[in-house]
C-alpha cells in the first residue's frame, strides 16, 4: 500500500499518475482505493492510499467476474 497525492503539496513530490506509472512499469496493478483523505482548503480529493500487487498475483491471474463465467 502506498500514500499518493492527487494535488503535490510538497514541492518536487510526484503525484498519483506518476506513482501508478512507475510501479506498471515495475510489474505492479493497482488493486484496490483503501483510503481516501480531502484538502481543507476546498474539499478536494489530496490524498489516496493505493493498494498494488504483482501483475502475476493470484487475484489478477483469474479474470473472470463471477464463478459462473
Do not use: C, N, Y
Request: aromatic share 6%; net charge negative; proline share 4%.
Amino acid at each position: 500500500m502506498i500514500e499518493t497525492s492527487t494535488i503535490a503539496t510538497v514541492k518536487g513530490g510526484a503525484e498519483m499518475r506518476e506513482v501508478i506509472a512507475f510501479l506498471g512499469d515495475h510489474g505492479f496493478a493497482l488493486v484496490d482505493i483503501v483510503g481516501l483523505r480531502r484538502r481543507p482548503l476546498d474539499d478536494a480529493t489530496a490524498q489516496l492510499d493505493l493498494l498494488f500487487v504483482p501483475d502475476d498475483s493470484g487475484p489478477r491471474a483469474d479474470r473472470r467476474w463471477t464463478a459462473s463465467a
